[in-house]
T-cell receptor, first 114, second 111 residues
């Protein structure tokens, strides 16, 4: 059981470049999330999705886009990369329902914008 | 959203019991309290969740007083491998509110 898989694990981008961070889960979870974590800080929600075809903004969505065409995949797109987007990006998934259904996290993508 | 406050850091020695307290004065009726653990270079990992009183699993206990304005994560007999950041989160499970991760508590366990 792979859980939540993120690719790539590391990436260096130049300012102005774009890229897509991939996230896939094999647990048939409806909910999926993208977070970023800056050094020494907690996680901040970028975007989330409650199911295929449905996405919504989180706390820090500017500079990012997402899509959810399947239950399994939730890619995060960075357009016009900026140094402020240097961070570790985590994808997570969970079942819907009452209470805080435990979120399952991937191991992150470490992104540097130079 | 209920905001949480927890100590920035704690130190302990192997074999000791560690209690990390989290304050959440504005917790709502539908909110649950969830704790996550994060090791360096890894994503957070669910530890335990509760609504009231006491919850225990194989790795930790969670104590929640009647007013639910605080909670305490208890780690029995910690080892070096328990060195990590621990996050206390409060929410009702709705995806839009998701989880608000603060800075967490950095627990350092020494031998």
């Amino acid at each position: 059981n792979a859980g939540v898989t993120q690719t790539p694990k590391f990436r260096i981008l130049k300012i102005g470049q774009s890229m897509t961070l991939q996230c896939t889960q094999d647990m048939n979870h409806n909910y999926m999330y993208w977070y970023r974590q800056d050094p020494g800080m907690g996680l901040k929600l970028i975007y989330y999705s409650v199911g295929a075809g449905i996405t919504d903004k989180g706390e820090v969505p500017n500079g990012y886009n997402v899509s959810r065409s399947t239950t399994e995949d939730f890619p995060l797109r960075l357009e016009l990369a900026a140094p402020s987007q240097t961070s570790v990006y985590f994808c997570a998934s969970s079942y819907p329902g009452t209470a805080n259904q435990p979120q399952h996290f991937g191991d992150g993508t470490r992104l540097s914008i130079l | 959203l209920a905001k949480t406050t927890q100590p920035i850091s704690m130190d302990s020695y192997e074999g000791q019991e560690v209690n990390i307290t989290c304050s959440h004065n504005n917790i709502a009726t539908n909110d649950y309290i969830t704790w996550y653990q994060q090791f360096p270079s890894q994503g957070p990992r669910f530890i335990i969740q509760g609504y009231k009183t006491k919850v225990t699993n194989e790795v930790a206990s969670l104590f929640i007083p009647a007013d639910r304005k605080s909670s305490t994560l208890s780690l029995p007999r910690v080892s070096l491998s328990d060195t990590a950041v621990y996050y206390c989160l409060v929410g009702d499970g709705q995806a839009g509110t998701a989880l608000i991760f603060g800075k967490g508590t950095t627990l350092s366990v020494s031998s």
